[in-house]
């Protein structure tokens, strides 16, 4: 599956708030999302768009705004 770089991106800043500011391992944060760890992966790494309700419902969760996703 090609790898957006806007994708990889997110997933990197996605990865970095879960672990940096919350601690929370994949397994944790997927039930917290309630979504299935697999898709919390894809995410991550990149290999999956995330809808942008998603992302907003993510930002929520890890507590920042929803341009921390893109910086950098």
């Known amino acids: 599956i090609p790898k957006n770089e806007i994708d990889i991106h997110i997933g990197k800043r996605i990865q970095l708030g879960r672990k940096l500011y919350h601690g929370m391992d994949e397994k944790r944060f997927a039930e917290v999302m309630n979504i299935s ?3 919390l992966k894809k995410y991550e790494e990149g290999r999956s768009s995330i809808p942008a309700l998603t992302l907003n419902e993510i930002a929520k ?12």
């Not at 969760?61 to 950098?72: A, D, M, P």
Request: hydrophobic share 45%; aromatic share 34%.
């Open 61 to 72: 969760k890890l507590n920042v705004t929803f341009s921390y996703f893109f910086i950098g």
């Open 37 to 39: 760890l697999y898709k």
